[in-house]
């Protein structure tokens, strides 16, 4: 049965779970990441893990742009990131070094990782660091999963690594690759994917495929904590859109809290306009500044 869904910037449409509780809205293409910061209810203390395919980077990003505004933000992965490039890291806080005994006090974004590794690289995120990151900043975003810069992919038995402190599970997956066939050349782990979705090598992606990547044990949302998120990223017109859409329609994701499909852009309008007040997050920076 299809899920209703709101549409954000249009009529407003509401569903229920079962519980009476408001269950899923969906944004049109273009999302406005302050925006997108209200429906997902990101507030000081929260815990987003991100896992999936194309898109992670840009939306943990885009999150911890505007985040950063007015609060500390940590990025971290699970697994393995790259190193922050020009401009997009406040501080780098390795496991041990000097830096994690120096105050956070202002706003910016802060990277926290185990260490440094070969290929330009931080690993890890271990429990002294998620406690680190939880007592010394006030939003924590992890990349919690890996697909070697590729749309697709199939999970490892260990796979993804979302921490038990998440609250929201964001599942990301693009949908261009509909229609198109599929192979090691776009898809991470082609033989763990073969076994989820049934495709074999140049077999032509289809909405059924993708649906057995989310709502499979072994998918998107296996190892998932607190409230689950789908984005079907990167759907840049409504063709695309239609193919979300094909997928929402092809099973019953009633497990899924929240759908959202579009492309993530940021908006420059100089507003400062994160949702968490100066106060929220001045209240927190207070608490650590002695840290």
Same mark, same amino acid.
């Given at each position: 049965?299809?899920?209703?869904?709101?549409?954000?910037f249009?009529?407003?449409?509401?569903?229920?779970?079962?519980?009476?509780?408001v269950?899923?809205?969906?944004?049109?293409?273009e999302?406005?990441i302050r925006?997108?910061?209200?429906?997902?209810?990101?507030?000081v203390?929260?815990?987003?893990?991100?896992?999936?395919s194309?898109?992670?980077?840009t939306l943990?990003?885009?999150?911890?742009?505007?985040l950063s505004?007015?609060?500390?933000?940590?990025?971290?992965?699970?697994t393995?990131?790259?190193y922050?490039g020009?401009?997009?890291?406040?501080?780098?806080?390795?496991?041990?070094?000097?830096q994690m005994?120096?105050?956070?006090?202002?706003?910016?974004?802060?990277?926290?990782a185990d260490?440094?590794?070969? $290929?330009? !690289?931080?690993?890890? #995120? *271990? %429990?002294?660091?998620?406690d680190w990151a939880?007592?010394?900043?006030?939003?924590?975003?992890?990349e919690?999963?890996g697909?070697?810069t590729?749309?697709?992919?199939?999970?490892?038995?260990?796979?993804?690594?979302?921490?038990r402190?998440?609250?929201?599970t964001?599942?990301?997956?693009?949908?261009?690759?509909l229609?198109?066939?599929?192979?090691?050349?776009?898809?991470?782990?082609?033989?763990?994917?073969?076994?989820?979705?049934?495709?074999k090598?140049?077999?032509?992606l289809?909405?059924?495929?993708?649906l057995?990547?989310i709502?499979?044990?072994?998918?998107?949302f296996?190892?998932?904590? $607190?409230? !689950?998120?789908?984005? #079907? *990223? %990167?759907?840049?017109?409504?063709?695309?859109?239609?193919?979300?859409?094909?997928?929402?329609?092809?099973?019953?994701?009633?497990?899924?809290?929240k759908?959202?499909?579009?492309?993530?852009?940021s908006?420059?309008?100089?507003?400062?306009?994160?949702?968490?007040t100066?106060?929220?997050?001045?209240?927190?920076?207070s608490?650590?500044a002695?840290?």
């Open positions: 049965m299809r899920k209703q869904v709101m549409d954000f249009q009529k407003s449409v509401t569903s229920y779970n079962r519980n009476g509780k269950q899923t809205r969906r944004y049109k293409l999302i406005n925006e997108l910061i209200f429906y997902l209810n990101i507030h203390g929260s815990v987003i893990s991100v896992v999936g194309g898109g992670k980077t943990i990003s885009a999150l911890a742009r505007e505004k007015r609060c500390r933000v940590c990025v971290a992965a699970s393995k990131m790259k922050p020009a401009g997009e890291c406040d501080r780098l806080i390795l496991r041990g070094s000097p005994l120096q105050p956070v006090t202002v706003p910016g974004i802060y990277y926290v260490e440094e590794v070969p $290929g330009h !690289k931080l690993h890890g #995120f *271990s %429990q002294e660091m998620v939880r007592a010394n900043t006030d939003v924590l975003l992890i919690a999963d697909s070697r590729l749309p697709l992919k199939g999970w490892s038995d260990y796979e993804p690594v979302v921490i402190e998440t609250d929201t964001i599942g990301v997956m693009p949908v261009f690759l229609g198109k066939p599929v192979d090691e050349t776009n898809v991470h782990r082609f033989d763990a994917f073969s076994q989820i979705t049934g495709a090598r140049g077999d032509i289809t909405a059924e495929h993708m057995r990547l709502e499979s044990p072994k998918g998107l296996g190892k998932a904590v $607190g409230e !689950k998120v789908l984005f #079907f *990223s %990167q759907v840049q017109n409504e063709a695309q859109e239609d193919m979300a859409n094909a997928i929402v329609d092809a099973g019953d994701l009633s497990f899924i809290d759908i959202i499909i579009g492309c993530i852009y908006d420059d309008s100089g507003d400062p306009g994160c949702p968490l100066s106060t929220e997050c001045d209240g927190e920076m608490k650590g002695g840290i």
